[in-house]
């Protein structure tokens, strides 16, 4: 968990604030650790896909014997 904080404000529909204090009631949590937990988990899953996209793209890759000569070994 990070050790600072900094108040943000941001805009959620309808729906989607009903739903969240819902789901505070439902869980006993508070909405911003709801919040954040589910930022984290999207951000993991961003992480993961945008790996995906630079393993696949062969731009800029190179071989196991290329990086070894460039590094002289």
Do not use: C, W
């Not at 009903?18 to 899953?45: F, P, R």
């Amino acid at each position: 968990m990070y050790k600072t904080v900094k108040p943000t404000t941001f805009t959620l529909s309808l729906e989607l604030l009903e739903d969240l204090d819902a789901m505070s009631k439902e869980m006993g949590k508070k909405k911003t650790a709801i919040v954040s937990e589910a930022l984290e988990m999207y951000m993991d899953y961003q992480d993961i896909q945008l790996a995906k996209k630079r393993l696949n793209d062969s731009t800029g890759t190179i071989t196991h014997d290329e990086l070894l000569k460039e590094l002289g070994i």
